[in-house]
């Protein structure tokens, strides 16, 4: 099996609830647990443009030939400006693996969708297509062009320490003091 040790981890900063407009959002690139870069972007909150403004991250930056797989802190961003996994991972021809600490709610997300987000059916669309998340090394995944072991493997190799990848954790700890000029522990 060969190990991916060169990966893109994506968070979005926090917002108030009221918020409309763009989020910005962090991709942190990290060389097993060396960070090696950052990369900024934002999406539209509730929207429709995840998927581009994540690509669009990698590609072209100096990170963009080394870069093995993508990390993604949950399917959605910026509220539920839902990406296409299996868009991302053909348009960079890298797999990708979403990760979440605990199985989400799914009744709860179609709900919401479907009576509160414009575009809901086609976002709930999108999270179906991406299959039904799956335990693994501690966490929730859902995996594009990575094998259960793969993704384990992934998972184990771009750890320092508790369950989440470095590069998530870090992009969340990048996220929160762009949000708020401060970091806030743990991720």
């Not at 993604?72 to 961003?77: K, N, P, R």
């Not at 990760?99 to 989400?104: D, F, L, S």
Request: glycine share 10%; proline share 6%.
């Amino acid at each position: 099996m060969r190990r991916l040790s060169n990966v893109l981890g994506v968070d979005d900063t926090p917002f108030p609830r009221a918020h409309r407009g763009d989020v910005p959002i962090v991709g942190t690139v990290f060389t097993r647990q060396r960070l090696d870069g950052v990369v900024l972007s934002k999406v539209r909150r509730d929207g429709a443009n995840a998927t581009e403004r994540v690509a669009a991250m990698l590609e072209g930056s100096p990170f963009d030939e080394h870069v093995q797989a993508v990390l993604l802190d949950g399917i959605a961003l910026a509220g539920f400006n839902v990406i296409d996994v299996h868009a991302l991972g053909a348009r960079l021809a890298r797999p990708v693996l979403v990760v979440t600490r605990k199985a989400p709610d799914l009744a709860a997300i179609r709900s919401a969708l479907l009576r509160r987000v414009p575009g809901g059916a086609r976002k709930w669309k999108l999270i179906e297509a991406a299959g039904p998340m799956e335990p693994l090394e501690g966490v929730w995944v859902q995996r594009v062009g990575l094998s259960s072991a793969s993704a384990a493997q992934l998972l184990r190799d771009s750890r320092v320490q508790g369950v989440l990848p470095e590069p998530l954790r870090v992009a969340h700890l990048v996220a929160g003091a762009i949000a708020s000029g401060t970091s806030h522990g743990a991720a």
